[in-house]
């Protein structure tokens, strides 16, 4: 029998990797990240385990606000039409072994795949298709080898390399360095962590100093169980923003999601008086089941130029034109803005990325004036960083938050530091992750950690700063401005 397939070697490895304790300050000053001699898929077993290169800055110990994350969004995990099963049922767990191939897979590599022409759910494996996630469960080793060629396209990436650093840090192995036999043990960890998956957040939150998690979810999440087991766990560590993007699609005629959130709620939103009731009670029951605030998505498919209308002009259902889409569209957008700012939630919105130049966040500024007591609080930015430094810089109620900037390029986070630090307050820029996966957050707070550290040396330098105001900078930037927006948490001093 092979050594790899005996139970009992399995299990003393497992033991023996329990016992190795490591905090990210260790780590980080025994080796890390973006490395100059980087490690290419395919070299020896020798050249594996932890990345080289060592990260001279003090940061490590500032706790990372978890302000933006889509933890649970992988595919082994589930997905429906609405969305990704883990934003819609509280304590949602894996459907099947979690495995490394499932982390690497998400939905954003996954994309970047299918971009360069490679669609891992239907891989071309000769004359044949192969589901890679699900070849993955009964050969890891054999699947990996298989990405091996297309994953080299995409080393230098974001998305990739925080999934790599994560993985790095919170197993010990490293992608980059395939090791047939390391990459075996490292998925039977996995496979062991995700079986208790919330535990496994909390205990890789406090090794990585990250803290403080807020995800997003749809508004079904708030109608399911939340006595379960998991669901308890899941929400004792967990705040939540409500999705409003979906309610900007439920002027169709036929609705699903509607007609099942109307029943839920008792209320069948068909003109302004119902659509305000149904929007109200929604977010009262949000609130009760661990909400603070909102977010919506409309800049992928849709300006950000939410005009006012008067709501006897609205066609709330039917066969609406273009025209009449927008006009639906924009009297939910303010009706869901006037609930934010009557409860002081903070509302998150996505901003460029997607859908140039209507992604633009200039014509927040209405919405900004309209609704002094909701925080706006701009996502990504890029690549319209000085139109959302001016927003921030010009509003009160407007913030930035840089989450995905680390995963989508590095290079990004740090020019829009470079843009920011001499233009906007302190107070107003956030530092989250929004990743898919704890490891990918991990691995996304280790590049964004550097990033800031290099920033922060070159305004030391021009701006004449001692390294106590560098570290009460970094404190305000990584996490002391989230607790202060979303009113969570305590400060770091």
Not at 90 to 95: R, V
Not at 304 to 321: A, N, W, Y
Not at 369 to 374: G, I, R
């Amino acid at each position: 029998m092979n050594w790899w397939e005996r139970k009992d070697h399995y299990l003393a490895y497992l033991h023996l990797l329990s016992t190795v304790k490591m905090d990210r300050k260790e780590f980080l000053s025994t080796g890390v990240i973006l490395g100059t001699a980087a490690f290419a898929p395919g070299c020896s077993s020798q050249q594996s385990g932890r990345i080289s290169e060592a990260i001279s800055n003090d940061l490590s110990d500032i706790p990372i606000c978890c302000s933006h994350e889509h933890w649970g969004s992988i595919f082994n995990i589930g997905y429906r039409p609405e969305g990704f099963v883990a934003d819609l049922l509280p304590g949602a767990l894996p459907a099947r072994k979690t495995t490394l191939v499932d982390l690497l897979l998400d939905p954003y590599l996954t994309g970047n795949l299918r971009g360069n022409g490679i669609d891992p759910l239907d891989f071309k494996d000769g004359q044949n298709s192969v589901n890679l996630m699900e070849k993955s469960d009964l050969e890891p080793v054999e699947t990996f080898k298989t990405l091996i060629q297309p994953l080299k396209n995409f080393r230098l990436k974001g998305t990739y390399q925080s999934i790599r650093m994560g993985v790095n840090f919170a197993y010990g192995y490293d992608i980059h360095a395939f090791d047939p036999d390391q990459l075996r043990i490292a998925d039977i960890v996995i496979g062991e962590n995700y079986r208790n998956m919330f535990s496994w957040y909390e205990e890789l939150m406090t090794k990585a100093a990250l803290s403080d998690l807020i995800r997003p979810v749809q508004p079904e999440f708030y109608f399911g169980d939340f006595d379960t087991g998991p669901a308890q766990k899941e929400m004792s560590f967990t705040l939540t923003v409500l999705r409003i993007d979906p309610f900007l699609d439920f002027w169709k005629e036929t609705n699903d999601r509607r007609d099942n959130l109307a029943c839920k709620l008792e209320i069948d939103p068909v003109d302004a008086r119902s659509w305000r009731d149904f929007l109200e009670k929604i977010f009262s029951f949000a609130a009760e089941h661990s909400c603070i605030g909102i977010k919506q998505l409309q800049a992928y498919m849709r300006s950000l130029e939410f005009s006012t209308v008067s709501e006897s002009d609205v066609r709330f259902r039917g066969d609406l034109s273009d025209k009449e889409v927008k006009e639906f569209q924009d009297w939910i957008m303010h009706t869901c803005c006037e609930l934010a700012n009557q409860r002081k939630w903070p509302h998150q919105i996505h901003v460029g990325t997607h859908n140039h130049p209507d992604s633009n966040p200039l014509p927040l500024e209405t919405l900004a004036k309209m609704y002094p007591d909701q925080k706006i609080v701009m996502l990504h930015c890029w690549p319209y960083l000085e139109e959302s430094g001016f927003l921030a810089q010009a509003y009160p109620n407007v913030y930035i938050d840089t989450c995905w900037q680390p995963v989508l390029n590095p290079y990004f986070l740090r020019q829009s530091l470079d843009t920011w630090l001499g233009y906007i307050p302190l107070n107003k820029i956030t530092m989250s992750n929004d990743s898919t996966s704890v490891e990918m957050a991990t691995g996304a707070s280790l590049i964004t950690r550097k990033v800031l550290a290099s920033a922060l040396t070159k305004q030391k330098e021009s701006a004449g700063l001692s390294q106590g105001e560098v570290r009460e900078i970094a404190a305000q930037l990584l996490h002391n401005n989230a607790v202060e927006i979303y009113g969570i948490g305590q400060s770091y001093h």
